[in-house]
């Protein structure tokens, strides 16, 4: 007689510890049948410690089911462990305690990294781990797989990155209203920037390829936005002189006035590239580099007159050239012993440098 809740049940003891309790025979058996098929190996059960089986009154709720029969079976089993199997292609080379195996084989995939640089490694073929129970006889000790793991192949892509200038496009906006030879920068270009990550991949060590593995724009270029002038325009007559101004209007301003600590010839500050022309009609006597004057040019009137025009940036007429008033004979600049872009003009009458103003009507 039992009292209510209280039951015959069986203890199962491995050694002398009590590993479960069951409430019949059957249900030991059957967890160790689930036991045969979760452990790896040939032979589980003769593995298993001999069990002891006896009779015990219990509480109801005091016994496991099959599942858990089988985890305490597997947990008490001292020849059942836990382990990994490594599989390469499908074919299995071993087992190992997990930790060491993941151990092993992250030091081989980090065999032929490059110190400094960043790495990545990888098996070049199917390697698997497969975690498991085993029978603790057939877990190899990490060292008896030491052969298999070094012949690993292993990829190895070292990355570097580096900077790229990237460059920036010219816009130009033509106008009417600005003389031929005007140029202003309305918006200054800059450079973009993008890095570029290369790979240089080796396989056990050895180099196979670079690759590029992709690019990123840090910084975008920014369009460089200039303004030419195309008016072909002649130079403001003057009255009185019979003279031209030599440059367009609207453009330049005095520098160095005639005079002024010796100053042979009138200053007009303008834009470089702006377009310099003849004075008057006549014939070009010099084009080219002239003392300090740079690139220059000097026109022959007749009578005697003679006018100069120095450090131009560029030069549009050749010695022996006949040239009207207005012609554009050079372009404005700083190149000779100046110090900004500007047209140094001169008037000569004989061999005597006159001042020039008077003649362009300043
Ligand atoms: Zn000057």
């Not at 590993?19 to 689930?34: L, R």
């Not at 050749?318 to 047209?343: C, M, P, Q, R």
Request: hydrophobic share 35%; aromatic share 6%; glycine share 10%.
């Amino acid at each position: 007689m039992l009292f209510a809740g209280v039951r015959l049940a069986y203890n199962v003891k491995f050694d002398e510890k009590v590993i479960t309790t069951v409430s019949n025979k059957k249900v030991y058996y059957a967890a160790v049948n689930i036991v045969a098929d979760i452990v790896e190996g040939n032979d589980v059960v003769s593995c298993l410690p001999e069990a002891k089986i006896n009779p015990v009154v219990t509480i109801n709720d005091a016994v496991d089911d099959c599942n858990r029969v089988a985890d305490a079976i597997i947990d008490n089993a001292d020849e059942i462990i836990s382990a990994s199997r490594l599989v390469l292609n499908g074919t299995a080379l071993g087992c190992a305690d997990s930790s060491a195996l993941q151990a092993a084989l992250d030091a081989r995939k980090a065999e032929y990294n490059i110190y400094g640089a960043d790495c990545e490694s990888e098996f070049v073929d199917n390697v698997t781990v497969e975690e498991g129970y085993f029978i603790k006889s057939e877990v190899n000790d990490i060292s008896e797989l030491s052969d298999e793991i070094s012949s690993l192949n292993v990829r190895t892509t070292a990355k570097t990155t580096t900077e790229q200038s990237i460059p920036y496009k010219t816009v130009t906006n033509k106008t009417s209203e600005k003389p031929v030879g005007y140029v202003n920068t309305d918006q200054s270009g800059e450079y973009g920037v993008s890095l570029v990550t290369f790979g240089t991949v080796y396989l056990n060590g050895v180099e196979t390829e670079k690759v590029n593995i992709g690019t990123q724009v840090t910084k975008e270029p920014v369009n460089e936005i200039i303004t030419v002038g195309t008016n072909k325009l002649s130079g403001t007559k003057v009255s009185g002189s019979g003279f031209r101004f030599p440059l367009p209007a609207g453009v330049w301003e005095i520098s160095c006035p005639y005079g002024k600590s010796g100053h042979k010839g009138v200053d007009l500050r303008a834009p470089n590239g702006t377009a310099i022309m003849a004075a008057a009609s006549g014939t070009v006597v010099l084009a080219g580099v002239y003392r300090d004057y740079g690139n220059c040019v000097i026109i022959d009137h007749g009578n005697g007159i003679q006018t100069l025009y120095a450090h131009a940036s560029k030069l549009c007429a050749k010695v022996g050239d006949t040239v009207t008033a207005g012609e554009i004979i050079a372009l404005v600049g700083s190149t000779g012993n100046s110090t900004g872009n500007h047209l140094h003009f001169e008037v000569y009458v004989g061999s005597d440098r006159v001042n020039p103003q008077p003649y362009i009507g300043l």
